[in-house]
């Protein structure tokens, strides 16, 4: 069975900081891995997805993350935050072999002016 | 996303009361998925299907039934409603390699 793991919870930032926030996934095979965000009353929206090819990935509103096959990783990178960032991030993952799209426990991300 | 509709938005009911919520999409993608958002568990697959009349099993289908007679219409019932299935309701569909787009969600309170 594939699962995903967000290790932070809760991430508090100020304008202008980086942002690296982890996503580790559990899978046998080939991964398709995905980070959306949702904004506060909103649905998710797609940042960005990794299919094959480069593993670093560069998605919407300056974000970037790098697939990581050894670390089961795909962590997602902002190299200067804006407060317009505060939103929580999901990181999922669908299994070659699965028709099915699971996702982390998502992470809260607050940019303070 | 404009080619994903969920009905109703909102809603309350009352518990023991059958609910049906309802996706409708309007791209003709084969996959269609079901997921409740929690705080704290983020979003979680109840049921998904892959094409007409074919559904199967997420992670948290007790409680849940669903029904796809129909490429554009994914309808989830709640049998019997409880408590614990207070939540947002988000319905996704699948296209290829393009991923995953999703509806607007809506929000079930049972009292």
């Known amino acids: 069975a594939q699962s995903v793991s967000q290790h932070n919870h809760h991430v508090i930032l100020s304008e202008a900081a980086s942002l690296e926030l982890g996503c580790n996934y559990s899978y046998g095979g080939t991964v398709n891995l995905f980070w959306y965000v949702q904004y506060p009353g909103q649905h998710l929206q797609l940042l960005l997805k990794y299919f094959s090819g480069d593993p670093l990935v560069k998605g919407i509103k300056g974000f970037e993350a790098e697939f990581i096959k050894s670390k089961f990783s795909f962590n997602l990178r902002k190299p200067s935050v804006q407060w317009s960032d505060t939103a929580e991030y999901f990181c999922a993952v669908n299994g070659e072999n699965t028709d099915k799209l699971i996702f982390g426990t998502g992470t809260r991300l607050q940019v303070f002016p | 996303d404009a080619g994903i509709t969920q009905s109703p938005r909102h809603k309350v009911t009352e518990t023991g009361t059958p609910v049906t919520l309802r996706c409708h999409q309007t791209?003709?993608?084969?996959?269609m998925y079901w997921y409740r958002q929690d705080p704290g568990h983020g979003l979680r697959l109840i049921h998904y299907s892959y094409g007409v009349k074919d559904t199967d099993k997420g992670e948290v289908s007790d409680g849940y039934s669903v029904s796809r007679s129909k490429t554009e219409d994914f309808l989830l019932t709640l049998e019997s409603a409880t408590s614990s299935q207070t939540s947002v309701y988000f319905c996704?569909?699948?296209?290829?390699?393009?991923?995953?787009?999703f509806g607007s969600g809506t929000r079930l309170t049972v009292v």
């Open positions: 791209e003709n993608h084969r996959y």
């Open positions: 996704a569909t699948r296209a290829g390699i393009h991923g995953y787009t």
